[in-house]
C-alpha cells in the first residue's frame, strides 16, 4: 500500500515538473485494470475440462501443487482515449500486481506474460489462443512475495499493443511449465488500492 502510494505522489511530481520548462520531461501515465473483464481460466488437466472465471476478484496462473489443475489469468487496461498524447515517446511500461498468496515446494515460481487480445467475454478458446506477438516476458514470484506488490517491465508488449495500434492491453499470465516444480500465484483484484496496475513512463 505505501509502496503505491509512494508511486503515486512520484507520478503527480513528475507531471508538475513537466509544465515547468522544456518538452523533453519525463511523464508518468497510470492506466487501472478493467474490473469487468479480469478473469481466469482453470484446467482440470485429469478431466481435461475448462472453467472459465469472469469477472474475478482474485486472480489465479500456474499450476496447483496439491491437485493436477492449471490456472491462466487474463487481464485488461484499457487505452482507449489520449491517454499518452502523440507523438509521445513510451520510454518504458510496466504493470504492479499484488501478491495474496504463492502455493509452491520451490524456491520460486516462473512465470509468463503474454499479448493475448480477447473478447470481453472470456471464453474455453482463450486458455490457448495463439498470442499476438512472439514476445514473451518471463518474471519470477517468490513465497516471500506474499502480501506485497511486484513490479514487472512490460515494455516490449506494450509498444506492440500500442504501436498496432490495439483498444486495450490483455495480457495472459501462465506458468513457465518446463523447467519448473509446480506453483500457483494468487493475485488480488479487488479494490483501486491492490488491484493490477499498468505504469507508462513516456517523454
Do not use: H
Not at 478473469?39 to 472459465?52: F, K
Not at 501478491?99 to 509452491?104: A, G
Not at 479487488?190 to 507508462?200: N, S
Amino acid at each position: 500500500m505505501k509502496k503505491r502510494i509512494l508511486w503515486l505522489v512520484l507520478a503527480a511530481v513528475l507531471v508538475a515538473l513537466a509544465g515547468c520548462g522544456g518538452g523533453n520531461e519525463r511523464r508518468v501515465q497510470e492506466i487501472l485494470r478493467d474490473p469487468n473483464i479480469d478473469g481466469y481460466i482453470r484446467e482440470n488437466l485429469d478431466a481435461q475440462t475448462l472453467q472459465v472465471v469472469q469477472p474475478a476478484t482474485r486472480l489465479f496462473a500456474g499450476l496447483d501443487p496439491l491437485v493436477n489443475d492449471e490456472y491462466r489469468a487474463f487481464i485488461e487496461f484499457p487505452l482507449a482515449g489520449e491517454l499518452i498524447p502523440a507523438p509521445a515517446r513510451v520510454v518504458s511500461a510496466s504493470i504492479e500486481l499484488f501478491i495474496n498468496d504463492v502455493s509452491t515446494d520451490a524456491s520460486r515460481v516462473p512465470m509468463l506474460i503474454e499479448l493475448v487480445p480477447f473478447q470481453p467475454v472470456l471464453g474455453p478458446a482463450d486458455y490457448d489462443r495463439p498470442a499476438f506477438t512472439p514476445r514473451v516476458v518471463s518474471f519470477y514470484v517468490y513465497p516471500s512475495d506474499r502480501g506485497k506488490f511486484i513490479t514487472i517491465p512490460v515494455t516490449s508488449l506494450f509498444l506492440e499493443a500500442a504501436l498496432t495500434p490495439l483498444p486495450t492491453f490483455q495480457l495472459r499470465i501462465s506458468q513457465d511449465i518446463v523447467p519448473s516444480a509446480p506453483g500457483r500465484v494468487e493475485i488480488d483484484d479487488t479494490t483501486v488500492d491492490t488491484a493490477p496496475l499498468l505504469r507508462v513512463v513516456y517523454d
